[in-house]
């Protein structure tokens, strides 16, 4: 028996390296491969503070593996400069916005659909924008809320 009275910090750790194992598996285009070495601290406090905060969205199979992994903040207008994707800087608060941004988003065997169906759920009525950089295209995209409108409206 061991005298470890913080389980919560194994479990963090125990999620952050599953999370860390499937993307770094199913990193098709090898983006994240190069900023994760070179930044590696800045990439598992990333990945530790979007799950302390619960904003990490976690999909499994019936088998409870891994298939979908999907991490965002809350950001104001004025902080979204804080954000950067090849150190993984955060700005200091992550939870408070009226701005929703995908930091990561990494699927093999999940549904996409499942993590904007929970994002509509939570959001509808507070967020104005979501945005995400697209690696790929190296663009960012951005998506106006039309649902807060809507919500407000009636």
Known sequence: ??????????????????????????????????TRQQYRWNYFL????????????????????????????????EDENKINKTTWALPRDISEGENLCITICVLFGGNIHDFRREFRRRFAETVDEVFWFDIPHNKFIRRKNILKGAVYAT
Do not use: P
């Open 46 to 77: 990333h990945l530790s503070r979007l799950y302390k905060a619960g904003q990490l969205f976690i999909q499994r199979n019936d088998k409870d593996q891994l298939i979908g992994v999907c991490g965002w903040i809350l950001v104001n207008k």
């Open 1 to 34: 028996m061991g005298d470890n009275t913080d389980r919560t910090a194994d479990r963090c750790r125990e999620i952050i390296n599953e999370v860390d194992n499937f993307i770094v598996r199913n990193d098709k285009n090898k983006v994240f491969m190069a």
